[in-house]
């Protein structure tokens, strides 16, 4: 089990950047693969990005690629996302998502919606043009 609380959320102008962060609970967040997603008003919630139980291995939306990182510091229960050069297509409700796994799959990153297990309540990103 883990609880999940994103922060970071906020206006921004284009082009400026905004990093998000997600706190976890429990003291078993290293075995957890991690996302990112997002949800537009009107539209379904889409992938954003992804990392392995490390973060050492790492996935991107295309329309992010480039734009933004994610990381993760399992001492600190918590995973980021750095954004740059916001576009206001990146306006969206930013969803953090937790996935329990195994050593076995710790090289393992997760791109869809149905392999998480725990989402956060998610923190709204606004991009102003």
């Known amino acids: 089990q883990v609880q999940l609380v994103e922060s970071g959320g906020g206006l921004v102008q284009v082009g400026g950047s905004l990093t998000l962060s997600c706190a976890a609970s429990?003291?078993?967040?290293?075995?957890?693969?991690m996302g990112w997603f997002r949800q537009a008003p009107g539209k379904e919630r889409e992938f954003v990005a992804a990392?392995?139980?490390?973060?050492?291995?790492?996935s991107y939306a295309d329309s992010v690629k480039g734009r933004f990182t994610m990381s993760r510091d399992n001492a600190r229960n918590t995973v980021f996302l750095q954004m740059n050069s916001l576009k206001p297509e990146d306006t969206a409700v930013y969803y953090c998502?937790?996935?329990?796994?195994?050593?076995?799959?710790?090289?393992?990153?997760?791109?869809?919606?149905?392999?998480?297990?725990?989402w956060g309540q998610g923190t709204q990103v606004t991009v102003s043009s």
């Open positions: 990392c392995n139980l490390s973060g050492g291995s790492t």
């Open positions: 429990g003291r078993t967040f290293s075995t957890y693969a």
């Open positions: 998502a937790a996935r329990g796994t195994t050593y076995y799959f710790r090289s393992y990153v997760y791109t869809r919606s149905v392999e998480y297990d725990y």
